[in-house]
């Protein structure tokens, strides 16, 4: 069975500029999560998709970070425009359903903020 | 509020002794917990979990937890530790029944000398 497929692995990029990271879940996967994890912390979810609607988007900002997952499948995080203390590695989870707490994590797209 | 505290960055443990990594969570209502490991350049992965019934859960290779309601720990341990087993820990919450967000801990280093 396939892992959940992350891209890229690695993003340095200037302040204020745009960044985007793909996420491809677990075949059949109905749930999608993105987290953001900052050196020294454990990982902080920012946004939870079941299927193509999302079902907690509570501790995203979103004045700068949007999400998509438009057919239920892949998605993606936008962060625009990106700041310094955005700097983190973002990782993709999946599960079967909602209520599945064994999520499924993907490698982390690693980002750096100059 | 829910909350989770690993009070130790760093285990260290001879290989062949038993290992013991410390959480205790913070939650209202009926706790959901459950153990991720990070491996150093891979996404975390599921150990174990907790919902309800037997107080010590046992989890993927050789790992279980012992769930304390009194004490509102669930500990992680393992009765022989390997080098292999050296990674990043991290213990993690939600309310059952409650957000599905869950709440990480910050991590705790694991080092088992050969």
Redesign the interface.
Same mark, same amino acid.
């Given at each position: 069975e396939a892992?959940?497929a992350q891209s890229p692995r690695y993003k340095i990029i200037e302040k204020r500029q745009s960044v985007a990271f793909w996420c491809n879940p677990i075949s059949g996967h109905a749930t999608l999560y993105w987290y953001q994890q900052i050196l020294? /912390?454990?990982?902080? =979810?920012l946004i /939870?998709f079941q299927n193509n609607g999302v079902?907690?988007d509570?501790?995203l900002p979103k004045d700068r970070f949007s999400a998509e997952r438009l057919k239920g499948v892949d998605s993606t995080l936008k962060i625009q425009p990106a700041k310094l203390e955005d700097s983190a590695v973002y =990782?993709c989870?999946s599960s079967l359903e909602?209520?599945q707490?064994?999520?499924?994590?993907?490698?982390?797209t690693r980002l750096l903020v100059l | 509020a829910q909350s989770?505290a690993q009070p130790e960055d760093q285990v260290n443990v001879a290989e062949g002794n038993p290992l013991t990594v410390k959480c205790t969570y913070s939650v209202s209502g009926n706790p959901?917990l459950?153990w991720?490991v990070q491996y150093p350049? #891979? !996404?975390?992965?599921?150990l174990l979990?907790y919902i309800t019934g037997d107080n010590l859960v046992k989890g993927s290779y050789g790992f279980e937890a012992e769930f304390n309601k009194s004490q509102t720990s669930f500990h992680l341990k393992k009765p022989s530790a390997l080098v292999s087993d050296s990674a990043l820990y991290?213990c993690?919450v #939600?309310a059952l029944g409650g957000?599905?967000?869950?709440?990480? !801990? #910050? !991590?705790t280093s694991l080092i088992v000398h050969p």
């Open positions: 892992g959940v020294g /912390q454990g990982p902080k =979810l /939870q079902v907690d509570s501790q =990782l989870a909602t209520n707490e064994t999520q499924y994590f993907g490698p982390g | 989770v959901y459950f991720y350049n #891979r !996404g975390l992965q599921f979990k991290f993690a #939600r957000s599905y967000i869950p709440t990480f !801990g #910050r !991590g």
